[in-house]
T-cell receptor, first 115, second 116 residues
């Protein structure tokens, strides 16, 4: 079974530029998450989707971050404009909604550097 | 207050020995889940083990076991017979029972280094 796919793996941009990340979850997983992991910290949730609806985006900086999951499968996360403090690894995870453990499986992440 | 506390920023262990990584949590929910993930230098978060709040037995998965002490709100990870490949960051995480909100809250992690 294929895991969670993310691209690109690395991205370097100048501050005030825009950037987009893509995630393809495990087949059949209805729930998709985007986390931000700043160096030296644990991941922090940005947004949770259930199918193509948003369940929780309370920690998403909506003035610059946006995310969508139009057909309930792939998702994109966008930052516009980027700030220096957005330098982090962006992790996508998915889970099989309704399963008892609801274990989240993570992709390899996208490492963003904002100069 | 921190929901997940990992008090050991770094740990060393000799190859083939056992090691315990500490995790304490804070929640007022009756239903919750506790997870441990491994993050090697490549960056991917690898699921290791899960413990549900209503599970009476401690979870085990191969060389990993979770020492769950509900009254003390602790969920320590025990790795037996450490291997060089176990060197990585280890994160404890909790999912609380809020309906629909399935996101994990992570601790700050423990870096484990296994020495030959």
């Amino acid at each position: 079974e294929a895991g969670v796919a993310q691209s690109p793996r690395y991205k370097i941009i100048e501050k005030r530029q825009s950037v987009a990340f893509w995630c393809n979850p495990i087949s059949g997983h209805a729930t998709l998450y985007w986390y931000q992991q700043i160096l030296g910290q644990g991941p922090k949730l940005l947004i949770q989707f259930q199918n193509n609806g948003v369940v929780d985006d309370s920690q998403l900086p909506k003035d610059r971050f946006s995310a969508e999951r139009l057909k309930g499968v792939d998702s994109t996360l966008k930052i516009q404009p980027a700030k220096l403090e957005d330098s982090a690894v962006y992790l996508c995870a998915s889970s099989l909604a309704g399963h008892t453990t609801d274990t989240q499986y993570f992709g390899p992440g996208t490492r963003l550097t904002v100069l | 207050a921190q929901k997940i506390t990992q008090t050991q920023p770094g740990m060393f262990v000799q190859e083939k020995e056992a090691v315990t990584l500490d995790c304490t949590y804070d929640t007022s929910d009756q239903s919750y889940g506790l997870f441990w993930y491994k993050q090697p230098s490549s960056g991917e978060m690898i699921f290791l083990i899960y413990q549900g709040s209503y599970d009476e037995q401690n979870a085990t998965e191969g060389r990993y076991s979770l020492n769950f002490q509900k009254a003390r709100k602790s969920a320590n990870l025990v790795i037996s017979a450490s291997q060089l490949g176990d060197s990585a960051m280890y994160f404890c995480a909790m999912r609380e029972g809020q309906k629909g909100r399935r996101a994990l809250t992570f601790g700050s992690g423990t870096r484990l280094q296994v020495q030959p």
